[in-house]
């Protein structure tokens, strides 16, 4: 069997993987594996080609710091200009070298002897490695809704996903099941098309307007040539989603008004744009603001005003081979069904792979046999020289880069004192670790998680014992300040 060695291994060639590909040459390390199981790079942004699909940060917060973009169409960019981005993120730093694309892993496991990680590939490969970065993201396990009947549906099957770009929805009847961030892009995008379109929402989602505005070819020179320009922007762009995700959600406690003047907007958006009153009521969330990621959309309530879009709540009982009959009895009958029925984030993820530690230990049975917790959002007892990215408590802000951004100042620091002290593994203490993970439960005792009215809102930010330990509840300002400082006596290198 073939071994091959390496500095690290990463699994996920998406802008969390590349991050810290980069922070790792930057380290000095140059013997490195991304591996993605899809067949390019980009992570989410290679995955999902929808239509509509655009950026629901601004672009110039949702990208590194360290490499802007002048380039952006506009304020919120459409998918395609982020899996570009991408591209140019990898030619630039010159990370392809590293990539193996098709390849997919099975798991790890931390070899005590030999004090490295053995990586299994599917392909009956074991790689070995110092060190273990797992970049599979939280929203990579697309899930199938588990519908009676949906396997006899004969007709055509889109998934958000995998989105079939030669397929025509033109004179289809076309039904979509899924109001989410994705549902939310593609529902006015469908009905421009589809001769009948029927929505079958579960549960509404808050929809606020969209300030967004195109960037020129003057602009954009601006940008290029005066880059203090475009970063003067993202300072705006950075302290407003910073200020609104730490009131309405962390500061609920002292800042509910926040959340009232959220919702307020959210309602005028709705009265702006449908004049009926039972199907604004219809798309009117019963949970609070912040309990669920809202989203941004200046055409999706006005696409329900149209004579060919039927919006149904009722409930789905069972789909049959020519349509999809509700809980109230009615049937559509349809020749396409597109799911936008999101992902499985507790599953089958977190870890995405079964990854198996010091004496024994198997990571995602653990989470879920005690809480889910890690250090700093990274590192977790028993996994020496492993980082995992997508872990509990490591989301942070709104925009994927600000958590890979606080994630490679931290690696900094710890690989950096690694190579001051001539260690070769770091293994974070148990007690540091239980300190991380009260304090977050302490900060999150003033969320809207907590305190906020977020039974009916079924998000996917909650897992099956109703915790939400997928963010870090403090500013983005403060996670990156903490990595400047945090005790170096947290880990124990060896
Ligand atoms: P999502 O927010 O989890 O939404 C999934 C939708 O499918 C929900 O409306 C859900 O209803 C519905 N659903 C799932 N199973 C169902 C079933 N069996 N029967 C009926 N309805 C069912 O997933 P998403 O829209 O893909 O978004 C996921 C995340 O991706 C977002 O929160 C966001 O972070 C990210 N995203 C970002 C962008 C962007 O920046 N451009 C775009 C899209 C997505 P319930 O709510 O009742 O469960």
Known sequence: MSTEQYDAVIVGAGFGGMGSAIQL??????????????????GTWHVNRYPGLTVDVPSTTYSYRFEPNPYWSRLYAPGSELKTYAEHVADKYDLRRYMRFNTVVDGARWDDDAQEWLVSLSDGQTLHTQFLILATGYLCQPKKPDIPG???????????????????????????????????????????????????QRTPIWVMPKLDFGFGPRAQRLFAKVPATQRMLRVSSDLFMDIMVTLAMWRFRQFRPVNRIAAAIGRLHRF?????RELRRKLTPSYDFGCKRPTLSNVYYRTFNKP????????????????????????????TLVLATGFDVWESNLPAIEVIGREGRDLGKWWRENRFQAYEGMTVPL??????????????????????EYQMRHMERLFGEMQRTGARTFEVTEEANARFLDRMLTLLDDSVFLLGNCANSRSYWFNSSGEAPLFRPTTVRQAVKEQQHFPLSDYALA
């Open 272 to 276: 702006a744009a449908i004049r009926d």
């Open 25 to 42: 040459n930057r380290l000095g390390y140059d013997r490195i594996a991304i591996l993605d199981r899809e067949d390019d790079l980009g």
């Open 150 to 200: 949906i396997e006899s549906f004969a007709g055509t099957v889109l998934h958000a996903q995998e989105w079939d770009h030669s397929y025509s929805l033109a004179g289809k009847r076309t039904a979509i099941i899924g109001t989410g961030s994705t549902g939310v892009q593609l529902i006015p995008k469908l009905a421009e098309d589809a001769a009948e379109l029927t929505v079958y």
């Open 383 to 404: 996994f020496p020289n492993m980082l995992s990215q997508a872990s509990p408590y490591a989301w942070v802000g709104m925009s994927w880069f600000d958590t890979v």
């Open 308 to 335: 060919h879009v039927h919006l149904e709540t009722a409930g789905i009982d069972r789909i049959e081979a020519d349509g999809i009959v509700g809980a109230d009895g009615t049937k559509r009958v349809i020749d």
